[in-house]
T-cell receptor
């Protein structure tokens, strides 16, 4: 079965600084990979997803992620963080059906003024 | 506006009581899901439904029950058999059950035990 690890529980960055959130997955075949964002007390919103093709994926709100098969990683990046990006970020890996999706434990992002 | 609604936002359960969480979607999606979210554990799948009148257990179905009598509705009942129900519950839907499909999430219900 697939699994996903987000090594960083909490990250703090200054507003305007660059951001990279790490995600490592375990799956025998080509995975379907997702990044979701959750604001406090809210549901999750999809930032971007990767199925195949170009390994650099662009998403909403200026986020991008790069799929690296050799490292089993799908790290999320943003060149310049805004205070409104403060939230919890979840990486997820899917298999055949959506009921097989596995979520990481999440990384909480704090943005310093 | 199309989307997923969950109610109530907060729910309190007394010992031995069953409670039902509502989930409604007007996206015309076939598949619906219930997740439980605990701090530091991410989301875990409770039940899912690929189509009306059908549902399957997820990873942590014990102490929960669901029904899918209408396409737009997928209520979750937390029974008295669920000994640790305090959590944030998220409902989601997707056009089809396929893993390429984006899951759309509702705003969640926080369940607390009195």
């Amino acid at each position: 079965a697939q699994s996903v690890t987000q090594p960083d529980i909490h990250i703090t960055v200054s507003e305007g600084a660059s951001l990279e959130l790490r995600c490592n997955y375990s799956y025998g075949a080509t995975p379907y990979l997702f990044w979701y964002v959750q604001s406090p007390g809210q549901g999750l919103q999809l930032l971007l997803k990767y199925f195949s093709g170009d390994t650099l994926v662009q998403g909403i709100k200026g986020f991008e992620a790069e799929f690296k098969r050799s490292q089993s990683s799908f790290n999320l990046r943003k060149p310049s963080v805004h205070w409104s990006d403060a939230a919890e970020y979840f990486c997820a890996v899917g298999a055949y059906n959506n009921n097989d999706m596995r979520f990481g434990a999440g990384t909480r992002l704090t943005v310093k003024p | 506006d199309g989307g997923i609604t969950q109610s109530p936002k907060y729910l309190f359960r007394k010992e031995g009581q069953n409670v039902t969480l509502s989930c409604e979607q007007n996206l015309n999606h076939d598949a619906m899901y219930w997740y439980r979210q605990d701090p530091g554990q991410g989301l875990r799948l409770i039940y899912y439904s690929q189509i009306v009148n059908d549902f399957q257990k997820g990873d942590i179905a014990e102490g929960y029950s669901v029904s899918r009598e209408k396409k737009e509705s997928f209520p979750l009942t937390v029974t008295s058999a669920q000994k640790n129900p305090t959590a944030f519950y998220l409902c989601a839907s997707s056009i089809t059950p396929g893993s390429r499909e984006t899951q759309y999430f509702g705003p969640g219900t926080r369940l607390l035990v009195l």
